[in-house]
Nanobody, 122 residues
């Protein structure tokens, strides 16, 4: 499956952004989907994940209450709505897909996008 992220950019602290991840190549509904991020000089970390149906979600503690993951299976697209952004949210954000029924919160995904940069200024 091919994954293409979009929606990154520069935003002030307290602002919002919505990231999109468009999938193609295989049946979207067979994949658990996730968002990860990697800040400069740091390892890639889990942000959020969503079940194939969209009814189950998991979030990193650092983004709970501020970020919302969702998916539109009819459009083969996943989203990450990011509100109340903080400078520490600055990172390259990656979407990922895993051929599984279990929502995965580790880096053990099968497919990755190229990433989109989010920069939050203070």
């Amino acid at each position: 499956v091919q994954l293409v992220e979009s929606g990154g950019g520069l935003v002030q602290a307290g602002g919002s952004l919505r990231l999109s991840c468009a999938a193609s190549g295989r049946t979207f509904t067979t994949f658990v989907m996730g968002w990860f991020r990697q800040a400069p000089g740091k390892e890639r970390e889990f942000v959020a994940a969503i079940a194939r149906s969209g009814y189950i979600t998991h979030y990193a503690d650092s983004v709970k209450g501020r970020f919302t993951i969702s998916r539109d299976n009819a459009k083969n697209t996943m989203y990450l709505q990011m509100n109340s952004l903080k400078p520490e949210d600055t990172a390259v954000y990656y979407c990922a897909a895993k051929y599984t029924v279990v929502v995965e919160t580790t880096n053990n995904y099968d497919y990755w996008g190229q990433g989109t940069l989010v920069t939050v200024s203070s």
